[in-house]
C-alpha cells in the first residue's frame, strides 16, 4: 500500500528534460527515457531499499540476429508489476552478442515494468497530449545527500561500460546544478573507477 507521499510522487508531471526521442513509425517521434534514469527515479520515489526487481524469464528468440525476450517482476511497497522486453545483440564475438542482448532485453523488460507505476517512471511517455510533462522550474535548495546516495546506487547497478558512461554523464550534469557538491562528486568519480574495473574484469573472466 503506498503511502500519500509515494501516490503524489507517482502521480507527478515528468520533465521534459528528462525525455529522449527516437524515430517512429510513420515519421513519427517517440518519447522515452533511459533504462538508468528509471532505476534512478525508483529509488528517489521509494527508497533504496523500498523496491526490487526479478527476471522470470528470459529466452533466445533468433540466433541470426541475436536477439532475447525477457520477463522481469518489479515490486514496490509490496505492489507487484511484470513487464516484457527485447534486447539485440552486438558486439564482435558471440559471447558478446549474446551478453548485450540478455542486458538490453533485462533491462527493457524493467522498464516497461516500472513505467506502469506512474508518469515520473516512463508512463507520461506514452501521453499524447503531452499534459504528463512540465518544464523545468528554478530548484529550491537541491538535496546533495540523496543526490549522492542515488548516485551511489546507480553505479553499482552498472554491469556494463554503456551504462556506466550514461550514469557518470548524469552526475556530471548534476554537478553543475548544484545538486552535487564537488566533494561527493569527487568520491562518486572514485566509485566509477572502482565499478570500470570490476566490469572489465568480469568481461575478461567471462572471455577466459
Request: aromatic share 6%; proline share 3%.
Amino acid at each position: 500500500m503506498f503511502s500519500d507521499e509515494t501516490k503524489k510522487a507517482l502521480s507527478a508531471p515528468m520533465d521534459k528534460k528528462n525525455v529522449s526521442q527516437r524515430p517512429g513509425p510513420g515519421g513519427k517521434k517517440l518519447n522515452y527515457i533511459e533504462a538508468w534514469f528509471a532505476l534512478d527515479e525508483a529509488n528517489r520515489i521509494f527508497g533504496f531499499d523500498g523496491w526490487s526487481s526479478e527476471t522470470v524469464t528470459m529466452e533466445c528468440v533468433t540466433s541470426s540476429p541475436v536477439s532475447y525476450i525477457s520477463k522481469v517482476r518489479v515490486t514496490c511497497d509490496g505492489v507487484t508489476r511484470e513487464g516484457w522486453g527485447a534486447g539485440h545483440g552486438t558486439g564482435k564475438t558471440e559471447g558478446e552478442k549474446h551478453e548485450s542482448a540478455v542486458k538490453e532485453a533485462e533491462s527493457d523488460a524493467r522498464k516497461r515494468a516500472l513505467m506502469t507505476f506512474g508518469k515520473p517512471l516512463g508512463l507520461a511517455c506514452y501521453d499524447t497530449s503531452g499534459e504528463s510533462f512540465e518544464s523545468s522550474a528554478p530548484q529550491a535548495k537541491a538535496d546533495t545527500k540523496a543526490a549522492f546516495k542515488a548516485g551511489l546506487s546507480a553505479i553499482s547497478k552498472c554491469n556494463n561500460l554503456a551504462d556506466l558512461a550514461k550514469v557518470t554523464a548524469r552526475m556530471q550534469e548534476r554537478q553543475k546544478e548544484g545538486s552535487l557538491t564537488d566533494k561527493d562528486a569527487a568520491e562518486l568519480a572514485r566509485m566509477t573507477v572502482v565499478r570500470e574495473d570490476w566490469i572489465k574484469k568480469q568481461k575478461t573472466t567471462q572471455a577466459a
